[in-house]
């Protein structure tokens, strides 16, 4: 605590003696460590970035946001970035912001007022220039690495159903569907113009703030840049914190006016949203299943949920999504796989 505390004192400086420092319980998604520093009647926060492979990047993707958008008044203020190693070895980066006074949505169904709301936000955050800004950090990065093999992860989960869990067969069968619809997917997006933007990346809904005053704000900006908004969108709609809770009517709310404010400009977006969002399905079907092949390699899966939901259930509404892309009905896909599972239970 005292070595967070002297950083802390040279970003804002103050003796330490004028700052309180209280450490915040990390959200369960969380790999950086944050603080609360109360100092002179402002309360700032502190976000200390703890993962190796991101150690220059993500601060300075962080602190980039919030400068260029400080202007806008959509993010916190920033304060001061001091870099990995500026005031000595084995230093960690930290960036410091005054805190964006407001309630988190996380795990809260919008309105399709509040999508609405969320769209408006969106494109404010586009009229950042491209120009200088770093590259984001989104889907098209896990999806890719995760896509190559694909393959691989279905055959060795249809391998281990017909051995060892013939209840999960008929899984596997829908996966290996699901995974030849998105080779053909990330085939089509490669052929597809894109249009870039500066956009908001890790869109999930713990990091978006109801403010006081009725606005929306947004933190967590260590993912945000350049890039491709179809893949965030994508995300939006698709990511486990929320997918479960975006209505059919509030998700119209959120692209009808987004799509409609950018689709002129860009003609190809509203495809390549559709084709991200079977890509950012596989990606955690991928994932969950990778969990499922190495748990069982060393005994019986066991029971997790994931974004407070159990796994086989997120797992079932992720395939699917996949069975019902891209504009197939949903919830009847659902009905007609209510006793497919990941794993046995």
């Known amino acids: 605590m005292s ?128 120009a200088g800004a770093p590259r984001a950090r989104g889907v098209a990065d896990g999806a890719g690495r995760l896509l190559d093999r694909l393959p691989h992860i279905l055959q060795r989960y249809a391998d281990w159903a017909r051995e060892s869990a013939p209840a999960c067969r008929p899984t596997a069968e829908a996966l290996a569907i699901a995974g030849a619809r998105a080779e053909a997917a990330a085939a089509e997006l490669r052929r597809l113009p894109v249009r870039e933007l500066y956009c908001r990346a890790d869109a999930r809904f713990s990091n978006v703030i109801a403010r006081p005053d009725g606005r929306l704000g947004m933190v967590d900006w260590e993912d945000c840049g350049a890039g491709d908004p179809a893949q965030f969108v994508a995300d939006l709609r698709i990511g486990p914190n929320q997918e479960d809770l975006i209505s059919p009517e509030a998700w119209q709310a959120f692209s009808g006016l987004y799509l409609g404010a950018l689709g002129r400009r860009d003609p190809s977006l509203a495809r390549r949203v559709a084709l991200y969002e079977l890509l950012a399905v596989m990606l955690w079907l991928g994932l969950m299943v990778e969990r499922v092949l190495a748990e069982a390699a060393a005994g019986p899966v066991r029971r997790w949920a994931m974004n407070m939901m159990p796994a086989n259930e997120r797992g079932r509404r992720f395939l699917a999504r996949a069975l019902a892309w891209p504009e197939g009905d949903f919830e009847a896909a659902l009905a007609r796989i209510a006793v497919y599972r990941l794993f046995p239970e």
């Open 3 to 130: 070595e967070i505390a002297a950083v802390v004192s040279h970003a804002l400086k103050l003796p330490t003696s004028d700052i309180r420092l209280r450490p915040l319980a990390p959200l369960e998604h969380q790999s950086n460590h944050l603080y609360e520093a109360r100092a002179g009647g402002v309360v700032h926060m502190v976000k200390e970035f703890r993962k190796p492979d991101e150690l220059y990047d993500a601060p300075a993707r962080e602190y980039f946001a919030m400068e260029a958008l400080a202007p806008r008044e959509i993010a916190p203020r920033p304060v001061a970035y001091v870099r990995a190693g500026q005031l000595g070895p084995g230093q960690w980066p930290i960036v410091v912001y005054q805190r964006l006074e407001g309630e988190m949505w996380d795990r809260r169904a919008p309105t399709p007022a509040d999508m609405q709301a969320l769209a408006r936000l969106w494109l404010v955050v586009h009229d950042v220039p491209v």
